[in-house]
């Protein structure tokens, strides 16, 4: 995973995924596996999903990079505390997934939880070919 800032003070995880490195063939694959992770977290529930790259080409004036295949976003929620009011601002959480060439950009914005972002830094490797291992988080 490579960390970098945002904007203050939040950094976001990315992982590069090598089509090769992976058996997922594509953007909707890797997405009902993240679902799969998702619905076997007893902490997390799914949201929706959201075509990014549907949704960009459509504006008037939207613009997307030329090397990007497919853009999806799932969203979801962990509900281990409700601290104060201000906590829903940080909420919910989404991981972004991108086709390019050769391919899959995996990336989400750290959480102020860091069992969340563990949760979702194993979703994220999961992706990858590992000898049969599952994201059971």
């Known amino acids: 995973m ?11 995880f990315s992982l590069e995924i090598d089509k090769s490195e992976t058996t997922y ?10 679902k799969q992770c998702i619905e ?4 997390a529930t799914l949201i929706a ?5 549907t949704h ?4 008037p004036n939207g613009q997307v990079q030329e090397e990007i295949l497919a853009a999806q976003n799932i969203i979801f929620c962990f509900g281990f505390t409700l601290p104060t009011p201000k906590s829903l601002a940080l909420r919910p959480r ?3 997934v991108v086709e390019l060439p050769g391919s899959f950009f995996i990336s989400f914005m750290e959480a102020p939880m860091p069992v969340a972002n ?7 490797h999961s ?7 599952s994201a059971n988080a």
């Open 118 to 124: 563990t949760t979702m830094e194993k979703w994220a």
């Open 25 to 34: 063939e594509t953007v909707g694959q890797i997405l009902d596996h993240l």
């Open 2 to 12: 490579q960390q970098s800032r945002s904007r203050e003070p939040y950094f976001i």
């Open 49 to 53: 999903t959201f075509d990014h790259l």
């Open 56 to 59: 960009t080409r459509a504006l």
């Open 40 to 43: 076997r977290d007893p902490a």
């Open 94 to 96: 989404s991981i972004g």
């Open 127 to 133: 992706i990858c070919n590992r000898g049969g291992e």
